[in-house]
């Protein structure tokens, strides 16, 4: 499709621009205030109708939000950024993100396509040779950084909702537009879903930039497989505090999450197929010459499958459990997220395929590729399928200054105008159920 409505190098340069903004104000899983009023902002110019705030989530089901201090220091971060402070108020509590319905004149299925807007928690790189820091819009929120490329994501969605609305005498049916929180953890989709907002979707389409190491920017794969299994937990180990000189009186919860790290490390690995374990944070015990009284810890497990993950989990909890139990200890296991692997619909990637072979800027079509790694899109995906959808996960191709998740990781803009005209490209092509 050529899109001789918009001036297209125009929207680009917008989008590039609104990227860039949000890759300065990044913010984490459930704390997404000033991030979804911005999004906000611009469907409203669109005139799209948009729900946010409580009513698009299921409280129960928002996993791993953050404790009650963390949400209100970024709601009052956001309220000091933001001169839409009526927007960021009905999302207190942790209720960011937003959906957006365009509605096509012409009759048609239903098309979901869902873009994530959270970012990491990694410390943004200074250094001349990484752009964001070079030219002027790195991170300015200390311990945070759009290091996974869903500042892109957001500007794809927002660009989508642009030329979807130029086009809407064309359109068939109506897509709904997803702007997901809290992706990293595998934490925003199970509230989404169970919300029941993707049961009517005929389709539904997700996409990541770079998962594909260091392809050039017009490579894209139309479906993926090998989406791991994923549970996420946070661990508390409570002892009792005991003056060092007599540690007989003390239980040692340090040493219980110590000894609790190794031996998660050292769990054995399912014959059926590769699996993961990370312990990544530690903290423990308030004082050289005291018994630590607690310790806590975040870890993770992935499996290839529901079987391999479910294992590893089982395996942490009983690790856990009896690490505690050695030094006297007890350890409460907090579920924070999780997400199953799933497989792409072929007859959709076929059909994506065959659109994207027109779409400007599309250089190379891959079918199926690894994506090696945790989405928790997979949910939303599952629920579509339940309902006899069809779903597919797109990887667009760049090429990477860094991994994931690293301080130096950056985007090639390019992808940004990319993404947009394949997601409306797809939207505007795809006319019966
Ligand atoms: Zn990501």
Redesign the pocket.
């Known amino acids: 499709m050529n899109f001789d409505r918009i001036d297209m190098e125009a929207l680009e340069k917008e989008l590039i621009a609104l990227r860039r903004e949000f890759h300065t104000c990044p913010e984490a899983g459930w704390t997404e205030f000033r991030t979804t009023a911005r999004i906000i902002e611009e469907l409203e110019k669109l005139g799209l109708p948009v729900q946010y705030g409580p009513e698009i989530h299921v409280r129960e089901k928002m996993y791993g939000l953050p404790d009650d201090a963390a949400l209100e220091a970024c709601y009052a971060r956001a309220l000091e950024e933001t001169n839409r402070k009526d927007l960021v108020e009905k999302m207190r509590g942790g209720y960011t993100g937003c959906l957006a319905m365009i509605e096509g004149e012409l009759p048609g299925p239903t098309i979901g396509i869902r873009v ?1 807007i959270d970012c990491n928690e990694v410390d943004e790189s200074s250094s001349d040779l990484h752009k964001p820091a070079a030219e002027g819009f790195a991170s300015l929120h200390k311990g945070l950084m759009h290091a ?3 500042d892109a ?1 957001t500007a794809i969605g927002i660009g989508t909702a642009k030329i979807l609305s130029a086009y809407r005498d064309k359109l068939h049916g109506k897509v709904l537009l997803v702007f997901q929180p809290g ?2 953890g595998l934490r925003g989709a199970a509230s989404l879903t169970a919300a029941g907002h993707f049961s009517k979707c005929d389709y539904f389409l997700g996409a ?1 930039v770079g998962i594909l190491k260091n392809q050039e920017v017009g490579t894209i794969a139309v479906s993926a497989h090998g989406f791991l299994s994923s549970t996420k937990l946070d661990a508390v180990f409570h002892g009792v505090p005991a003056h060092a000189a007599t540690p007989d009186e003390g239980k040692n919860a340090l040493a219980a999450a110590a000894t609790a790290a190794l031996n998660l490390l050292a769990i054995p690995r399912h014959q059926q197929g590769p699996s993961r374990i990370n312990v990544g944070t530690l903290h423990a015990g308030s004082g050289r010459n005291v018994i630590p009284e607690w310790a806590s810890m975040s870890l993770e497990t992935r499996g290839k499958n529901g079987e391999i993950n479910a294992f590893m989990e089982e395996s942490a909890r009983r690790v856990l459990e009896a690490s505690a139990a050695m030094y006297g200890c007890t350890c409460d296991i907090r579920f924070m997220g999780s997400a199953g692997s799933i497989d792409c619909d072929p007859a959709l990637a076929h059909k994506v395929k065959r659109i994207l072979a027109d779409v400007d800027g599309v250089k190379k079509i891959l079918e199926d590729v690894d994506f090696n790694g945790g ?1 928790d899109v997979t949910t939303m995906m599952r629920d579509v399928q339940e309902h006899g959808g069809k779903a597919t996960e797109m990887v667009i191709g760049m090429p990477l200054t860094a991994p ?1 998740h690293n301080g130096f990781f950056d985007v090639s803009e390019e992808v940004i105008g990319l993404g947009a005209r394949v997601f409306a490209s797809i939207a505007l092509e795809i006319d019966e159920a």
């Open positions: 994530d996974c490329g869903h994501h992706e990293e990541h989405e994931h």
